[in-house]
């Protein structure tokens, strides 16, 4: 069963992507791209995308887009959408770790709600500004991507795999004016637990779901061996989750050897042996 | 119990809405406009979310009570549901409530009083009886602690003796009930699959041994209780699988006392089933032929009716023909 499993995280600025560059052992793609990506072996990928929600937005479009290419679609694969970074708050400590249940966009007043099925983490409830919030008028963690980086996120996956976390920079005591940036890698080193903790659940969650969307590699072998029109295509997938669901792939594996005129030939065949 | 609690900001302030906050405080809670923005939106798993569900907190805005679907019921009498809830906390694989909604999590409908308000309504508007079913989109009872929905609704058609409530559950949490008086005018179904579809299909249920026990206690404070028989789903050994059930059920409760029994088919929209293949694509259930019969999704079984009526016959020994309908 061909699975692959996928978590992408994008963070606005270098400061905050360098520690968790290391903490994920993630390094950076060796060909020229839009963006600054980083991988690792384990299927989390990391993008700058640089500051601002458009900005994350644009970013998680061309991490899709990447994706796209190299068939993620085709596999029926979820991946999961992470966005970490710094955000202010009016009476949380700096350097506390939030997990977001709700996000605000204070230019439209859209709302987006993560899904809320990983447990151990403090959450918080959070407003997306266009500029660097100085009053923390709110009970909520105020900062500059999540919005964007949501709305373009759900194009892509559902809201239980989006998720957005973001680490305490600043506060009323501590006011965002006097941040000394040298600081941010370590406060966002400082949640490591939390943050291979939060990968770890995503990776979780996405098998779970994924296993039962995975397909064999007799689908991708058919796939390329006749022409399908899309609604044999269509027909195709649908054969083989069949078989897999009535537990009978051995069967499969012997009629994906035999040989057939045509695809419809090939359907007609999986549809008697079914019955 | 739930991953998070979402509030509707209308319903916050209300006391059933801050009993429920205060039982849960160590759950988020997640304040909205409506209840829609959480659970309509696009881009959910219900499979996903079934794994670890919110509660919804939310105001019922019209269409508090409805006309039940054609062939629905026991009764001749005009026949209506109503939904205080939508989804279930049980996990049955076979339920249409998959293929009905984008998410699996639960909403609870706060406003009781304007259902009572509708309720009144609808029996006033008839001259004679009429019959008001709960549980056609989730459990009635199996939130019981947290809804407390028998204890509000059964003082109304105490008062209303003219309406017909039935009760449609897999819930052992009849605690409103024992507490209450019985009423005549209240039927408290329990739904039943034979033991190896149950262990195959129905996630999180009581046992049926659990079900049967909650039934007897119900039957001997003098509440009516009925049994529903449904879906039927073919397997190998239907028949004998009910047989056995109808034998494990009546050895215990006192057939000549039950309100009624039904019978169902497996049945659902075509549009409901491509949902759930879509969350499903895994499930052996749904990777079985089907076909279209009177505009509804089927399994495509060859020996169904017969299936249905040997079933039938099996039960009759049980129960009197006056007892029994089929649910279409």
């Given at each position: 069963m061909k699975l692959t499993n996928s978590v992408n995280i994008v963070v606005a600025h270098g400061l905050e992507a360098k520690p968790i560059l290391s903490i994920l052992g993630l390094e950076k793609l060796p060909e020229d791209s839009a963006y600054p990506v980083f991988t690792n072996d384990e299927g989390v990928s990391l993008?700058?995308?640089?500051?601002?929600?458009?900005?994350?937005?644009?970013?998680?479009?061309?991490?899709?887009?990447?994706?796209?290419?190299?068939?993620?679609?085709?596999?029926?694969?979820?991946?999961?959408?992470?966005?970490?970074?710094?955000?202010?708050?009016?009476?949380?400590?700096?350097?506390?770790?939030?997990?977001?249940?709700?996000?605000?966009?204070?230019?439209?007043?859209?709302?987006?709600?993560?899904?809320?099925?990983?447990?151990?983490?403090?959450?918080?409830?959070?407003?997306?500004?266009?500029?660097?919030?100085?009053?923390?008028?709110?009970?909520?963690?105020?900062?500059?991507?999540?919005?964007?980086?949501?709305?373009?996120?759900?194009?892509?996956?559902?809201?239980?795999?989006?998720?957005?976390?973001?680490?305490?920079?600043?506060?009323?005591?501590?006011?965002?004016?006097?941040?000394?940036?040298?600081?941010?890698?370590?406060?966002?080193?400082?949640?490591?637990?939390?943050?291979?903790?939060?990968?770890?659940?995503?990776?979780?969650?996405?098998?779970?779901?994924?296993?039962?969307?995975?397909?064999?590699?007799?689908?991708?072998?058919?796939?390329?061996?006749?022409?399908?029109?899309?609604?044999?295509?269509?027909?195709?997938?649908?054969?083989?989750?069949?078989?897999?669901?009535?537990?009978?792939n051995q069967r499969l594996e012997e009629i994906a050897s035999e040989n057939y005129r045509s695809a419809k030939q090939l359907i007609a065949k999986m549809n008697d042996a079914l019955d | 119990m739930f991953s998070a609690i979402y509030i509707e900001e209308e319903v916050a302030q209300s006391e059933r809405v801050k009993n429920i906050l205060a039982s849960y405080d160590a759950v988020p809670h997640i304040y909205c406009q409506r209840y829609g923005e959480v659970f309509n939106r696009k881009s959910q798993s219900f499979r996903a979310q079934k794994a670890a569900p919110a509660l919804i907190l939310a105001r019922k805005h019209g269409n508090f009570v409805l006309p039940s679907p054609e062939g629905y019921g026991f009764d001749n009498n005009p026949s209506y549901?109503?939904?205080?809830?939508?989804?279930?906390?049980?996990?049955?694989?076979?339920?249409?409530?998959?293929?009905?909604?984008?998410?699996?999590?639960?909403?609870?409908?706060?406003?009781?009083?304007?259902?009572?308000?509708?309720?009144?309504?609808?029996?006033?508007?008839?001259?004679?009886?009429?019959?008001?079913?709960?549980?056609?989109?989730?459990d009635s009872l199996a939130l019981e602690p947290v809804s407390r929905f028998g204890e509000y609704f059964l003082p109304f058609f105490a008062a209303n003796p003219r309406a017909v409530l039935e009760v449609r559950t897999k819930s052992t949490q009849i605690r409103s009930f024992l507490e209450s008086e019985p009423l005549d005018n209240c039927v408290i179904a329990m739904s039943f699959s034979p033991q190896s579809a149950s262990e195959k299909w129905e996630n999180r249920v009581p046992s049926i041994a659990k079900r049967i026990e909650a039934l007897c206690k119900l039957q001997q404070a003098g509440w009516k209780i009925a049994l529903r028989f449904e879906p039927i789903i073919s397997a190998n050994d239907t028949v004998t699988s009910y047989t056995e059930l109808f034998r494990q059920i009546f050895s215990k409760l006192d057939g000549d006392q039950i309100h009624s029994a039904s019978t169902g088919l497996f049945r659902m929209p075509v549009d409901f089933h491509k949902n759930i293949v879509k969350q499903y694509p895994d499930e052996e259930l749904f990777s079985r032929k089907t076909e279209v019969k009177d505009g509804m999704l089927a399994l495509k079984v060859v020996d169904e009716e017969s299936q249905l009526e040997k079933i039938e016959r099996s039960l009759k020994e049980f129960i009197s023909v006056d007892q029994y309908y089929h649910c279409a």
């Open positions: 993008v700058i995308s640089g500051m601002g929600r458009e900005a994350a937005q644009q970013a998680v479009n061309y991490l899709a887009g990447q994706e796209k290419e190299q068939g993620h679609d085709e596999a029926g694969q979820t991946s999961a959408w992470l966005n970490i970074g710094i955000a202010g708050h009016c009476s949380f400590d700096v350097g506390e770790g939030l997990l977001i249940n709700k996000i605000t966009e204070q230019a439209s007043g859209e709302t987006f709600y993560p899904g809320t099925q990983l447990s151990g983490y403090k959450t918080a409830s959070l407003i997306t500004v266009d500029e660097i919030e100085r009053g923390y008028q709110q009970d909520a963690v105020y900062e500059m991507e999540a919005s964007g980086f949501y709305r373009a996120a759900q194009a892509f996956s559902s809201s239980e795999f989006i998720q957005a976390y973001k680490i305490i920079s600043d506060n009323r005591e501590n006011h965002v004016d006097h941040i000394d940036l040298k600081e941010i890698p370590a406060m966002i080193r400082a949640r490591e637990r939390e943050i291979v903790k939060l990968v770890k659940d995503l990776f979780g969650l996405l098998r779970q779901l994924n296993s039962a969307q995975g397909l064999q590699h007799e689908y991708y072998d058919l796939k390329s061996t006749f022409r399908f029109s899309v609604t044999q295509g269509i027909q195709l997938k649908r054969l083989c989750q069949r078989f897999n669901a009535q537990g009978k | 549901y109503f939904s205080h809830m939508l989804n279930c906390i049980y996990d049955c694989r076979y339920c249409f409530l998959q293929g009905m909604y984008r998410s699996a999590n639960y909403v609870l409908f706060v406003n009781y009083e304007d259902f009572e308000r509708s309720l009144l309504d609808v029996v006033k508007k008839n001259d004679g009886p009429s019959v008001f079913y709960s549980g056609y989109d989730c």
